[in-house]
T-cell receptor, first 114, second 108 residues
Framework: DVKVTQSSRYLVKRTGEKVFLECVQD?????MFWYRQDPGLGLRLIYF???????EKGDIPEGYSVSREKKERFSLILESASTNQTSMYLC?????????????FGPGTRLTVL | AQRVTQPEKLLSVFKGAPVELKCNYS??????LFWYVQYSRQRLQLLLR??SRESIKGFTADLNKGETSFHLKKPFAQEEDSAMYYC??????????FGAGTRLFVKA
């Protein structure tokens, strides 16, 4: 059973703080993703990684960075949190390749920036 | 532009009634389409994918390339079907594009 875990379910931070969101998957998946989930907007891709130390910007990368030092771990970093980054953050992984693009999601981290 | 459109934000039906959640996509290549579901207080999970052509929990979805649609259907809705449903399009690279989602509410 694929397991994707995220370090926190709920997080409250102050404007300007540096925030780290951690994601770990245990199925040796090549691809990992970070999304924001907002009502009426669906899931929007922030960053993704298709290999260790490789990263690509998604649709809304501004204000975020990522790190993938190990295959199983993908971190999302908010360098200086702002109130408009209050959201649900979802991490996902997928094996990749033809017919293997199902995404497996973590439980989400609800971040509130005050 | 590659896009997934779910025209209904909220769909409310009575238990036992048929339900259809609409999804239209824009993509010039050969699409790989999915429906994901998120039940209350649970994580987002795959419901079905078009290449499998299977029925999951009574739901089916047929890819119509002519109409660029992938509507999700169930003949008799159940209360436990109440959830948020997302249509998603994988475009052959690494990215999957998600629609805005439709909240289905099945009334007793």
């Amino acid at each position: 059973d694929v397991k994707v875990t995220q370090s926190s379910r709920y997080l409250v931070k102050r404007t300007g703080e540096k925030v780290f969101l951690e994601c770990v998957q245990d199925m040796d998946h090549e691809n990992m993703f970070w999304y924001r989930q907002d009502p009426g907007l669906g899931l929007r891709l922030i960053y993704f990684s298709y290999d260790v130390k490789m990263k690509e910007k998604g649709d809304i990368p501004e204000g975020y960075s990522v790190s993938r030092e190990k295959k199983e771990r993908f971190s999302l970093i908010l360098e200086s949190a702002s109130t408009n980054q209050t959201s649900m953050y979802l991490c996902a992984s997928s094996p990749g390749g033809p017919g293997n693009n199902e995404q497996f999601f973590g439980p989400g981290t609800r971040l509130t920036v005050l | 532009a590659q896009r997934v459109t779910q025209p209904e934000k909220l769909l409310s039906v009575f238990k036992g009634a048929p339900v259809e959640l609409k999804c239209n996509y824009s993509y010039s290549g050969s699409p790989e389409l999915f429906w994901y579901v998120q039940y209350s207080r649970q994580r987002l999970q795959l419901l079905l994918r078009h290449i499998s052509r299977e029925s999951i929990k009574g739901f089916t979805a047929d890819l119509n390339k002519g109409e660029t649609s992938f509507h999700l259907k169930k003949p008799f809705a159940q209360e436990e079907d109440s959830a948020m449903y997302y249509c998603a399009l994988h475009t052959g690279g690494f990215k999957t594009i998600f629609g805005a989602g439709t909240r289905l509410f099945v009334k007793a």
